[in-house]
């Protein structure tokens, strides 16, 4: 479960208890409404079973304090990180030094990029972390379209960046009871060829995903890895209005509904920063997909 600072003073620790250890687990992510890898991570680590708590630090991105934080904890300067101490181990030291001072001493092991951080979970708590799906052909299938998402869909990132404080849920709710359903095919008012390209490779992923395993996860029955790894663009698509095929619709929002996911959206609707150039990147009523 994570760990947060909002402790209420009726859970708070007697004096004669023992302290609650910290939590081997830290992740280092940023702002939970702009920031689509921060959410893989996240829901990586909140959905293992049975839950391992953890410690999120939220570093607000965009900021000129931002440089020097995420310095600090990772030489690529990109967030996800993942920090566990429960892994911890001396830092390997070129033969003979003495220049670090930390000779055999214990550091957490910094992860940083969701794939690294899926692949040390998996290997830290086998059988405990979101699954892959079952069956040869399957596995190859999710492993080759998380690989994809993880690489590719470069215009979709930039041109439909991570707003979840877009997503009207009034909105949502009025075009599932069929009170606003816009006839418009999304596809066809995107002017930028790459966009659309990448639109319609993305729905084509969900489509045959779901055409194979029946629903109402991309592979059936359990939400696996790849639900994890588009769960960001299922936001995005709701945020901008995509009109998309039944099928994709029904998981988009079995995403939203997803309670872990539900849960980062209730966070992110309450920060206070926000990033004026993603905000004015699109606004709900002039989203290049076409509310409805």
């Known amino acids: ?53 953890f410690k999120v630090t939220v570093l607000p991105m965009f900021t000129t304090e931002w440089a020097n934080d995420i310095q600090s904890y990772c030489g690529s300067r990109r967030v996800p990180v993942l920090l566990d101490s429960g892994a911890a181990a001396p830092v390997p030291q070129p033969p003979g030094s003495t220049a ?38 399957n596995l190859a299938f999710a492993r080759s379209i998380v690989a994809e998402m993880h690489s590719g869909f470069l215009a979709v990132r930039e041109k439909l960046p991570q707003n979840i404080k877009l997503i009207d849920p009034v909105a949502l709710k009025a075009k599932r009871e069929g009170r606003h359903v816009s006839e418009t095919d999304p596809l066809s008012t995107l002017d930028d060829r790459k966009l659309k390209e990448q639109v319609g490779r993305l729905i084509q992923i969900f489509e045959e995903c779901i055409r194979k395993s029946g629903g109402p996860w991309l592979f059936g029955t359990i939400f696996t890895v790849p639900d994890v790894f588009f769960a960001p663009v299922a936001l995005r698509f709701l945020a901008y209005g995509a009109r998309v095929p039944a099928a994709t619709d029904e998981w988009m929002h079995a995403i939203y509904q997803h309670e872990a996911v539900q849960d980062w959206c209730q966070d ?8 004026t150039f993603i905000d004015d990147l699109h606004s709900a009523a002039t989203s290049p997909l076409t509310l409805g």
Do not use: C
């Not at 081997?24 to 689509?36: F, P, T």
């Open 1 to 53: 479960m994570e760990s947060t600072k909002r402790a209420k003073l009726s859970q708070e620790t007697p004096a004669d208890a023992a302290p609650t250890p910290a939590p081997a687990l830290q992740l280092v992510i940023g702002n939970r409404n702009y920031s689509s890898w921060s959410l893989r991570a996240w829901l990586l680590v909140r959905l293992m079973k049975p839950p391992e708590p």
């Open 268 to 275: 992110a609707l309450a920060e206070t920063q926000t990033i």
């Open 100 to 137: 670090s001072g930390l000779e055999g001493v214990n550091v957490a092991v910094t992860v940083w990029d969701s794939v690294a951080i899926m692949n040390h979970l998996e290997d830290r708590f086998p059988g405990r972390t979101v699954p892959w799906p079952e069956g040869a052909h």
